[in-house]
């Protein structure tokens, strides 16, 4: 039996195990596709595995870790196109008319969640800030950009934990909370991943959602891991995380932070393979969340305007 004979086969086997909800020739052409770029020397039952692994996990637990990742295809078909030039706008949240936050930023969750993390705008020291609290809930506050970021790479922001989430460990999937995060998602093209990342993300797509990003990272306030930490999400290496403030390095609540990062530097240092040739890519969106929903605590944290612009530009 050849190869691609067998790649078919197992993972026609697949839907027929857990992935009845996908239609076998979505999964089908995933896995001839991934031979096509050079993954026969994956054993058939290695990539069985990881169909099968991709549901289980997918359908629970792991589908609320991407979801900062698959809320994209919620805030419109802009992102399927190609980015426009020009200087990417983040609207501020000291420009906010009432207590909600101001458009396009939107509040994306999970279907089924029962708590969800609440956003608003709050009068702090005289500026109006975003407020992002939890109670053992768990949703995200995103901001679509889909612009190229070359010329404004510097990415500027203020923030403030008021209370950590009891029990939060990062590198556990079942404890994965925290007060505060930044994410920036990017546009990736699949041709600059690995063969072996391209079928992972053309995989997530299938089972999950078209417009899934190949690329995120997360800029994250914890409390144990010491600040300078990078570490991969607990359940995607796709989203590259760096402790910027901890609690373990002297970074106490109730004061605020302001941090200044170079994205062009911390994409090469999280993507060293996608960024080779210096390469960065646009950005999709930028997103905001306090989370508490794995260890069921509460967390709360402030967030002042976010900005992205040059070296020169304060």
């Known amino acids: 039996m050849s190869t691609t004979s067998r790649l078919t086969g197992e993972c026609l086997s697949a839907p027929r195990e857990g992935l009845k909800s996908l239609p076998p020739s979505r999964l089908k052409g995933e896995c001839l596709s991934a031979h096509r770029e050079g993954l026969p020397m994956f054993p058939p039952s290695h990539l069985k595995g990881a169909c099968l692994s991709a549901a289980r996990e997918g359908r629970r637990a792991n589908a609320r870790t991407l979801a900062l990742m698959l809320c994209m295809a919620t805030t ?25 936050p101001p458009p396009p930023w939107k509040v994306v969750t999970l279907p089924k969640q029962p708590r969800h993390t609440r956003y608003d705008i709050v009068s702090v020291d005289g500026t109006r800030v975003l407020r992002m609290q939890t109670d053992g809930g768990y949703a995200n506050l995103l901001h679509p950009l889909g612009r190229a970021v070359d010329h404004t790479p510097l990415l500027r922001w203020r923030w403030r934990v008021e209370q950590h989430p009891a029990g939060a460990d990062l590198t556990r999937k079942e404890a994965d909370d925290m007060p ?10 699949l041709d600059r991943l690995t063969a072996g990342e391209r079928f992972k993300v053309r995989l997530g797509r299938t089972l999950f959602d078209p417009e899934l990003p190949a690329a995120a990272i997360c800029y994250v306030w914890d409390a144990t891991q010491p600040a300078g930490t990078w570490l991969p999400n607990a359940y995607t290496g796709r989203v590259q995380m760096l402790v910027l403030r901890s609690t373990a390095s002297g970074h106490a609540t109730g004061t605020w932070q302001s941090e200044t990062r170079d994205l062009r530097a911390d994409f090469r240092r999280a993507f060293a393979h996608e960024a080779r040739d210096g390469y960065l890519p646009p950005l999709a ?27 020169t530009a304060r």
């Open 76 to 100: 419109g078909a802009a992102f399927a196109q190609p980015p426009p030039t020009g200087t990417a706008q983040i609207a501020p949240f000291s420009g906010a008319a009432d207590a909600a």
């Open 180 to 189: 505060a995060r930044l994410c920036v998602l990017f546009d990736l093209p």
């Open 285 to 311: 969106a930028i997103g905001v969340a306090a989370d508490g929903d794995n260890t069921g605590a509460a967390a709360s944290a402030l967030v002042a305007d976010i900005t992205l612009g040059t070296e």
